[in-house]
């Protein structure tokens, strides 16, 4: 999937894109890159020496499989090309990719923006357009005009949001699941999957009516987020149930220490369990006032943690069986959060 | 100030951290040498510098195994900007087999210790301009091998 870009039919020295590192992980018709003016290169050195002979209005880099490379190939595109860097982006990657957009003042950044992927490359192109980059050229493939794909973008966060907490939603939160556990799987990596439900919530319905009820989701999304580490992913599946998918930044793992990773790895899932304890402990004690002085401290959670591999090895399989858990602990007297396999095994009994 | 030949300053770029002996060394034989060098944390960081001081007759130095990353391309792209390599091999560090005689067919000047590397140095200064001459091993002052030679104490095959 290399090319010299030579062979390109475009414009010498316009609207040219150099797509950095292996693009079939990012563009769903990157069979047909040499419709498009872009130029690639799989290899990194020889990515960022095209980048420092110039003659590029934008570098986008695929952050699939970089991992520990990422900040230094960044550092060095920076240092090679004026251009705007672009970071193609699986879902997982995002909130790393996020960071590395916003962080630190214009000048130090590594990288000005961030698209999601898997997208199209006439997607990417015109999604440029938006930068001041001229992409007329674009046109030679499935072109989609600059407004009819801010507005695509626009429907694609509807599509993936909960509009009352904020959250991503089922659909987001599948798919997202699907990714990560199809990585883990490659990558003998771990992932874990939180759902919980707000015990009694049609009470709370019932007796304060529907806005207190709103108040309260609203109030567990924003605990949970605070609770949760930046990379796991949090969403609102439905009613008063959420999920959260807890899995191994290796961004964050390439700067653990040796020891770190024993330690993680002997106590797996020992993030999930703590963030799971702490949310329950905070959303306990959470101050609504809607409830008044007497409903203070009377909210609880139940919930479920299954792990892949060893409960499930499709998303299907980790839903079901956190799903099964779940119920259990409500039958079992609610507020409590069980692990998958370890029926009567509360969380909160855990050394 | 040192020329490299016509119109071309000489440039020593070190791959290496700041607090690395290798930067410590090199630092020290460039400024003994009056020669301007730039100190660069990695070999991405190192192809940047090289291929934007194109007007520079350049010699890197660095670990073979920071240098041979990424399927030892930066050999290459030096190669094509016209600047040569000072590679140090140290006892303990993680090489696959192949690596040392891909170097070395890239015109790659070995080094087994920080020492050797003034004898490198002296080698790239003598030539004229930044030639792709002979490949070299500096072993000590004293001995320096052929590839062939080197491959015979390695025991390996050159693949062509």
Redesign the interface.
Known sequence: MSSTGDSLTRTPGRDKVLLVGDIRKAFLDAERVERYPCDVRT????A??A???GGYDAVGVVMNGLLG?LR??L???R??TAAPIVLLAQMYDEPVARHLVQSAPSEERAADAYRVCPMTLASFGSGLATKSVPTAAWSQGDFIPAGIEKRMRHLERLATTDDLTGLNNRRYIREFARQIIERARQSAGRVTLLLFDIDNFKHYNDDYGHATGDEILKQAAILMRRCCRPHDVVGRIGGDEFAVVFWDDPHCAASETARDRRHAEAEHPSEPVFVARRFQSEFGHAELNLLGPEGRGTLTISGALARFPRDGTTVQELFERADAALREAKRSGKNRIYLVGEPKNNIADLP | MVEGGPGRHRLVVVVAAAHDALAAATARLAAEYELDERRC?????A???V??RQDRCILVVGRLEELA???R??FA?AA?HGARCCALLEAAAPIEPNVVPAALRMGVFLVGTTSEIKGVLDAWLTSAGCPASEAMVCLDDECRASEAELNALLGQEIDE
Request: hydrophobic residues 45%; neutral net charge.
């Open positions: 290899n990194l050195l020889e960022i020496d980048a420092a002979r490379q230094p190939v550092r060095a595109l240092k090679a | 944390d990695d070999v991405y960081a192809v940047a510098e291929a934007r990353k990424e399927d391309r930066f792209i094509r």
